[in-house]
């Protein structure tokens, strides 16, 4: 059984910071690519930015500059240093890992519940 939780959102001021962070707990599975999506209120979930185990990560044009993920994998836990944040970057942000099951080998895809990130004044 796999489990993924989020933490570190709150209410900030406009330009200010967070740092989120996701584990994957459990046994029996290995985690190749981790990947932080954002929903907006009232909006679709949209991607933020994804790291695989071999070091490489990509961001959403928008969060470019301004937010930083990092990976432990000797702990299956990921960060989102979100830096210099906008009222639009109000949103959940939710954690999604993706991986493989150790025994039967079955494709791992995994979510956490989200954690709330407000940013007004």
């Known amino acids: 059984q796999v489990q993924v939780s989020e933490s570190g959102g709150g209410s900030v001021q406009p330009g200010g910071a967070l740092k989120l962070s996701c584990a994957a707990s459990?046994?029996?599975?290995?985690?190749?690519?981790m990947v932080w999506y954002c929903q907006a209120p009232g909006k679709e979930r949209e991607l933020v930015a994804t790291n695989t185990n071999r070091g490489i990560t990509t961001y959403a044009d928008s969060m470019k500059g301004r937010f930083t993920i990092s990976r432990d994998n000797g702990k299956n836990t990921m960060y989102l240093q979100l830096n210099s944040l906008k009222p639009e970057d109000t949103a959940v942000y939710y954690c999604?890992?993706?991986?493989?099951?150790?025994?039967?080998?079955?494709?791992?895809?995994?979510w956490g519940q989200g954690t709330l990130v407000t940013v007004s004044s």
């Open positions: 999604n890992i993706k991986g493989l099951y150790s025994w039967s080998h079955n494709p791992l895809d995994a």
């Open positions: 459990g046994n029996g599975f290995t985690v190749d690519t």
